[in-house]
């Protein structure tokens, strides 16, 4: 264990369902991230928190939404994906946005 | 140009082997330097973390920065098939709240 859980490790749903990914830190860090990991291409950032408040929405589709209710906990809600939006989401925290993220062990996402 | 480049491979290499990895970026504003090791179903990890240019040593690893010339390097000495997993760079600035600018990743294998 990192120190960053998420859940749940693998989901597969629907083009109409709705589900969230769940995040949990007990690092103490004040800032926390998602990522999207797809094949063959960089991490792709997708959401900053710093001290609960968004920072960074790297025009993400509003189909993603997160949301940070406190300092420890992150979720991504997730509804009318698509297909390409398969992949692994991974979120990371860290004490600061230029030091090194601890990352969780991800969430592998299909949508079929 | 992106930002920060790094050639996916993938590179195989016997047991025992001297594996150098390395990234290139454009942004010469980019101060700390970081390597995370990425395991097959994990989140990436923070192996080396330097600031400014410069070398570090931890173990069989090795951290080179170049500033001038834009370029991070990785050695790691006799490698291992523990070694084998994907290998990130990662910088970012030194002020402001940009987040961490991640290459693509380098999958490497060490063959036994």
């Known amino acids: 264990e990192t120190g960053v859980t998420q859940t749940p490790r693998h989901l597969v749903m629907g083009m109409t369902n709705k589900k969230s990914l769940k995040c949990e830190q007990h690092l103490g860090h004040n800032a926390m991230y998602w990522y999207k990991q797809s094949a063959k291409k960089p991490l792709e950032l997708m959401f900053v928190y710093n001290f609960k408040e968004q920072t960074e929405n790297n025009s993400v589709p509003s189909r993603f939404s997160p949301e940070c209710p406190n300092s420890s906990h992150l979720f991504l809600h997730l509804h009318t994906l698509q297909p390409e939006d398969s992949a692994l989401y991974l979120c990371?925290?860290?004490?600061?946005?230029?030091?090194?993220?601890?990352f969780g062990s991800g969430t592998r996402l299909t949508v079929v | 140009q992106k930002e920060v480049e790094q050639d996916p491979g993938p590179l195989s290499v016997p047991e025992g082997a001297i594996v150098s990895l390395n990234c290139t970026y454009s942004n010469s504003a980019f101060q700390y330097f970081m390597w995370y090791r990425q395991y097959s179903r994990k989140g990436p990890e923070l192996l080396m973390y330097?600031?400014?240019?410069g070398n570090k040593e931890d173990g069989r690893f090795t951290a080179q920065v170049d500033k001038s010339s834009k370029y991070i390097s990785l050695f790691i000495r006799d490698s291992q098939p523990s070694d084998s997993a994907t290998y990130l760079c990662a910088m970012s600035e030194q002020t402001g709240n940009t987040p961490l600018v991640f290459g693509k990743g380098t999958r490497l294998s060490v063959i036994a």
């Open positions: 990371a925290s860290s004490q600061d946005v230029q030091r090194g993220y601890t």
């Open positions: 330097t600031y400014s240019s």
